[in-house]
């Protein structure tokens, strides 16, 4: 049995001295409608301070149909990218008058919809969500409860709106400038293929291979998951099969790329690293390391803008579109890239 006391709005009431009706018009800002005296007022609310009181936000929700809160659902918060999503729409939140709720989904689909079903029944007033399945299905279910926007992935045959980064342009730039200076070999690590992050990725590489005029061979796209272990796995796979690493290699994001470069770290291979290292995602540490490492940035902020924007107006019953936000492409081996032929 637990020792805490939980107080309603008819203790609040008992200890003011005053009716339960009184006490709850006076917490929930109605006094002045229902000409509650000063003196009153202020013994109700310095009653509740002082028990550090708060009514019922799901009770207020109900009876005023707008919760002012909004969910947030990522797959993780250890995901860098999500991560400074989070962080970067929370403030947007408040300062539009909102409280963000997140919750994660593990990238599972199941975990998700219980995750979805909690923020539904929270009565919050739209959905954020970063999509973990390609099926429309999963999510239109949802629009015909509440606004839903989709951000980081799309699902392709929704409808729904999304805001997304303009990957395959950034990643085709960055290959494409590798190709450029001499590389005749190029090597992607991906992650899960049917997410349209994923797709994008992997579109802009092969129109870099395209456009330089090289042909992929096979074993050149690997693509598995994002995890750390992942690119640990597949970069000893393909030194093991090559008897040296690839001469430019693009990871599909920075947990693939820190897995990379353990190997390579553990074995002492900086040295004969491959020559050219680009990945998706950016973090400041890529500064610090004996490799220049070329990296897309997502504009987290741009997108967590667009995605309450496009979200705030449909919960005002407007129309929402989808929209692509441009990647911020950090050099880091202009001044010492070379290749060997």
Same mark, same amino acid.
């Given at each position: 049995?637990?020792?805490?006391?939980?107080?309603?709005?008819?203790? #609040?009431?008992?200890?003011?001295?005053?009716?339960?009706?009184?006490?709850?018009?006076?917490?929930?800002?109605?006094?002045?409608?229902?000409? =509650?005296?000063?003196?009153?007022?202020?013994?109700?609310? +310095?009653?509740?301070?002082? @028990?550090?009181?708060?009514?019922? @936000?799901?009770?207020?929700?109900?009876?005023?149909?707008?919760?002012?809160? &909004?969910?947030?659902?990522?797959?993780?918060?250890?995901?860098?990218?999500?991560?400074?999503?989070?962080?970067?729409?929370?403030?947007?939140? @408040?300062?539009?008058?909102?409280?963000?709720?997140?919750?994660?989904?593990?990238?599972?689909?199941?975990?998700?919809?219980?995750?979805?079903?909690?923020?539904?029944?929270?009565?919050?007033?739209?959905? #954020?969500?970063? %999509?973990?399945?390609?099926?429309?299905?999963?999510? &239109?279910? !949802?629009?015909?409860?509440? %606004?839903?926007?989709?951000?980081?992935?799309?699902?392709?045959?929704? /409808?729904? %709106?999304?805001? *997304?980064?303009?990957?395959?342009?950034?990643?085709?730039?960055?290959?494409?400038?590798?190709?450029?200076? /001499?590389?005749?070999?190029?090597?992607?690590?991906?992650?899960?293929?049917?997410?349209?992050?994923?797709?994008?990725?992997?579109?802009?590489?092969?129109?870099?291979?395209?456009? $330089? /005029? *090289? $042909?992929?061979?096979?074993? !050149?796209?690997?693509?598995?998951?994002?995890?750390?272990?992942?690119?640990?796995?597949?970069?000893?796979?393909?030194?093991?099969?090559?008897?040296?690493?690839?001469?430019?290699?693009?990871?599909?994001?920075?947990?693939?790329?820190?897995?990379?470069? =353990?190997?390579?770290?553990?074995?002492?291979?900086?040295? *004969? $690293?491959?020559?050219?290292?680009?990945?998706?995602?950016?973090?400041?540490?890529?500064?610090?390391?004996?490799?220049?490492?070329?990296?897309?940035?997502?504009?987290?902020?741009?997108?967590? +803008? $667009?995605?309450?924007?496009?979200? *705030?107006?449909? #919960?005002?019953?407007?129309?929402?579109?989808?929209?692509?936000?441009?990647?911020?492409?950090? !050099?880091?081996?202009?001044?010492?890239?070379?290749? +060997? @032929?």
């Amino acid at each position: 049995m637990s020792s805490y006391k939980r107080l309603t709005i008819d203790d #609040i009431a008992r200890m003011a001295g005053v009716s339960r009706t009184t006490a709850s018009m006076v917490l929930n800002g109605r006094a002045e409608q229902f000409r =509650i005296s000063a003196a009153t007022q202020q013994r109700v609310l +310095e009653t509740a301070q002082a @028990h550090n009181f708060q009514p019922s @936000h799901s009770a207020r929700a109900l009876r005023s149909g707008c919760s002012n809160t &909004l969910g947030l659902v990522v797959p993780e918060l250890t995901n860098f990218a999500h991560a400074s999503l989070a962080q970067a729409m929370e403030p947007a939140c @408040h300062q539009a008058g909102y409280q963000l709720l997140v919750v994660t989904s593990g990238d599972d689909p199941q975990q998700e919809q219980a995750g979805i079903e909690h923020l539904v029944a929270r009565q919050v007033d739209g959905l #954020i969500v970063v %999509p973990c399945s390609p099926d429309p299905e999963m999510y &239109l279910k !949802w629009r015909k409860r509440l %606004p839903l926007v989709l951000v980081d992935r799309r699902v392709d045959n929704s /409808g729904l %709106p999304y805001v *997304i980064t303009d990957a395959e342009s950034a990643v085709s730039t960055m290959v494409l400038d590798a190709l450029r200076n /001499g590389a005749k070999e190029a090597y992607y690590f991906g992650g899960q293929a049917h997410l349209s992050p994923s797709i994008d990725r992997l579109n802009g590489f092969r129109a870099a291979l395209a456009e $330089a /005029g *090289i $042909a992929e061979q096979p074993g !050149w796209v690997r693509q598995r998951d994002y995890r750390r272990s992942t690119g640990y796995a597949l970069m000893q796979e393909c030194f093991t099969e090559l008897g040296r690493y690839p001469r430019v290699l693009f990871t599909g994001s920075i947990t693939l790329l820190e897995g990379a470069l =353990i190997f390579i770290s553990e074995h002492h291979h900086f040295g *004969i $690293a491959p020559q050219r290292i680009m990945t998706f995602d950016n973090h400041h540490l890529l500064d610090c390391l004996p490799l220049p490492i070329d990296a897309i940035q997502q504009d987290s902020q741009g997108i967590a +803008e $667009a995605s309450l924007e496009r979200l *705030i107006g449909l #919960i005002n019953k407007g129309q929402a579109t989808s929209t692509t936000i441009p990647a911020r492409l950090h !050099w880091r081996s202009r001044e010492t890239e070379t290749f +060997e @032929h």
